[in-house]
């Protein structure tokens, strides 16, 4: 059956039009026509009838969907306090189609953020909850985490070829196993069985079916005590490796992979997505050094070196703002820099980096408090030059912060290379 298209002037119109079911253009035509419209249109156009809505819910046209939205990629940057939100758009190749809304989403006394966008879904959690958050259709689903668990990071990760989302649940500690929840699916957490013993370090990154994130291996063995000759009792030892762990969402497997030769512990570091790939950045005086995962298999890395505008020193490390961010961001890679508008010292937290350019994208800690403007700084490794991307229109953020009664403390992240997703968090419950 196909689409008509025309202007219904009255209800009797509508009435023939849902009746006879005339179409002047093809269904398979204008399902491609509705893949190329923002998902704002799809969703205002959901009510023109049953056969709009069941084409534009359907969940091969929802995966096609997130195909074409992924050419079109969005740069997000969201300001939160407590359960108030407030997030802007702008179109990542174009730097046009700005857009603002504003959100309310639940709230615990205590906060932990590892945020990520995963295909259109942005997750985060709280010291309890798990929050996975669609900010195209404004849904969002609270899911706890697993009894008794203590110290532990949840992480969000997808199937591509059964079409699920998962949650992976780590514990800081090597003395409890991981437990995965498939979502949809009517289950409770579960223990997932040999799995090493091992525990997570720093937050997970996703990348095209697997998460990433770096943790120590526990490896045990046994001994004899032996006094004079004799033998005394048996005792265990446990020694810990680091490693980078992968976690394969389909097959629900790890496999830990070598660190890269020559890595530092006391830098501060993180693992990107870098052209698809795993990578592990780190800061080492004016440079940026990026070890790339090329071979999985095989172990193999490759090394890049590129040099940062930054200074490599800060002299305001020890104002109070700085310390409180650096102790909320844990892991965040942080540099320093000096703004070129206004000659302030400036603290930049690397967000990502954009799949289409190749650039870093930093945001700048001046926008956690005060108020000051809100941009990102972005750095092009091939092209050496740097380039700062204002939102126009965020005079909202400081109506936000008014109308919130906020004075210092406004979270702000940004998300590279999000896109639009009409994937219905209804869909995504489980029992309690």
């Known amino acids: 059956m196909g689409l ?11 009435k023939n039009y849902e009746r006879d079911g005339e179409c002047d253009i093809p269904h398979d035509l204008m399902r491609e026509i509705l893949l190329r419209l923002p998902a704002k249109s799809l969703l205002r156009f959901r009510c023109v009838s049953k056969l709009w809505f069941s084409t534009t819910t359907d969940p091969s046209f929802i995966n096609s969907f997130a195909t074409q939205s992924s050419t079109r990629p969005y740069l997000e940057l969201c300001f939160t306090k407590e ?24 709230k ?3 906060f932990i953020n590892d945020f990520e966008s995963i295909l259109g879904l942005i997750s985060f959690q709280y010291l309890n909850y798990f929050v996975i958050w669609n900010p195209t259709i404004r849904q969002h689903v609270t899911i706890p985490k697993p009894k008794d668990s203590w110290h532990t990071r949840s992480y969000l990760g997808y199937d591509p070829i059964g079409d699920t989302y998962k949650l992976l649940c780590m514990s800081n500690t090597s003395d409890s196993r991981p437990q995965v929840l498939t979502l949809g699916a009517q289950e409770s957490w579960r223990l997932i ?9 720093n937050n997970g990154k996703y990348i095209n079916g697997f998460i990433f994130y770096e943790a120590y291996l526990r490896y045990e063995y046994y001994g004899t005590l032996v006094d004079r000759g004799c033998p ?15 976690f394969d969402v389909r097959s629900e497997e790890f496999k830990p992979i070598q660190m890269p ?16 790939k795993v990578a592990r950045i780190c800061q080492e005086s004016s440079f940026i050094i990026l070890w790339i995962l090329e071979d999985v298999d095989k172990e193999k890395w490759s090394y890049k070196e590129f040099h940062v505008p930054f200074p490599p020193e800060d002299p305001i490390e020890a104002c109070d703002y700085s310390i409180n961010i650096l102790s909320q961001q844990n892991e965040n890679y942080i540099l320093n ?3 070129d508008d206004t000659g302030e010292l400036v603290k930049y937290i690397l967000s990502g980096i954009n799949d289409d350019t190749g650039e870093f994208i930093f945001i700048p800690l001046t926008m956690w408090c005060g108020d000051k403007e809100a941009y990102v700084f972005c750095y092009d490794p091939k092209k050496k030059c740097t380039r700062k991307i ?17 004075k210092q403390w406004v979270f702000a992240y940004c998300f590279p290379n999000h896109i639009e997703s009409l994937v219905s968090l209804n869909n995504l419950t489980f029992p309690h």
Do not use: C
């Open 193 to 201: 069985k040999n799995s090493p013993m091992h525990y997570k370090t």
């Open 83 to 106: 359960d108030n939100w407030l997030f802007f758009s702008l179109a990542q190749k174009s730097l046009s189609h700005h857009h603002m809304d504003h959100i309310t989403l639940p």
């Open 108 to 110: 615990e006394d205590r």
């Open 337 to 339: 820099g000096i703004d």
């Open 232 to 246: 005394l009792y048996i005792y265990r030892e446990g020694l810990d490796r680091k490693t980078i762990m992968r």
């Open 390 to 406: 204002r939102f126009e229109g965020t005079g909202y953020v400081d109506n936000f912060k008014r109308g919130y009664k906020l």
């Open 4 to 14: 008509k298209l025309g202007v219904m002037k009255n209800k009797e119109d509508k």
């Open 261 to 276: 030769p020559h890595f530092s512990h006391k830098t501060r570091h993180a693992l990107v997505n870098y052209e698809g």
